[in-house]
């Protein structure tokens, strides 16, 4: 009764096309919600983001749930994720492709999800890591443990300028570490991006987790860009 009275006072608009929120929707109406430009990719193993890995890191899965676009619905939503502290939308669009990878009978091919680490610099900045919402909803919507600390992220690189380029790779290949390799081992390890791009990060990541052991690697993006 009291939401209702707030709703009344101060009524909630979806963040995509301002129309007025119904009392059971959040953060997006539902009418956005069904218009979000899905990739399907879970329904097709060799999809082509699968495809982008192939002769670079040998993965189980590789899916993405949205395809992002400028000036889109998926931009603003990723938008207000990064820069306006609303990681409930990371966990909300991460508990519904959760939802919809479990419905495929895809929950029972990981054990555990890891997020992506943010670069020290902008966690401390931004204050929040927004793969760790992702990840959240996505262990939430999939029933399968996430944990943030097992996969980290150096702090500084070293400076490159008196490096050569057999040197400056390994640099780069070494940005991310293990701190608990034992967690790894022999785990069916699924990885979560927010945007996916190259899939140099994804590829940097799958290295240490692969020298750790585990059993297999699958990724999983909120959003394709290319
Ligand atoms: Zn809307």
Request: positive net charge; proline residues 4%; glycine residues 6%.
């Amino acid at each position: 009764m009291l939401s209702d009275f707030v709703d009344m006072l101060f009524p909630r608009s979806c963040l995509t096309c301002s129309s007025l929120l119904e009392k059971n929707e959040e953060i997006i109406c539902v009418q956005c919600r069904y218009a979000l430009p899905k990739t399907n990719f879970h329904l097709e193993e060799d999809n082509e983001l699968a495809r982008k890995f192939w002769g670079r890191i040998p993965l189980k899965h590789a899916f993405a749930y949205l395809r992002f676009v400028k000036t889109g619905k998926v931009q603003v939503l990723l938008h207000h994720l990064k820069y306006y502290g609303k990681q409930e939308i990371g966990e909300m669009l991460g508990r519904w492709y959760g939802n919809d990878l479990k419905k495929s009978q895809l929950a029972t091919q990981f054990d555990l999800i890891l997020p992506v680490p943010l670069h020290p610099s902008k966690l401390e900045k931004r204050g929040y890591n927004q793969c760790d919402s992702i990840a959240r909803g996505m262990a939430e919507g999939l029933s399968v443990a996430w944990d943030s600390g097992i996969l980290v992220r150096q702090k500084a690189n070293v400076s490159q300028t008196r490096k050569d380029r057999v040197e400056r790779w390994e640099n780069v290949a070494n940005i991310f570490y293990i701190t608990k390799p034992e967690k790894v081992k022999g785990k069916n390890i699924l990885l979560i991006d927010d945007v996916i791009t190259t899939g140099a990060t994804l590829e940097a990541c799958g290295l240490p987790l692969q020298n750790a052991g585990c059993q297999s690697l699958s990724i999983a993006g909120l959003a394709v860009a290319w």
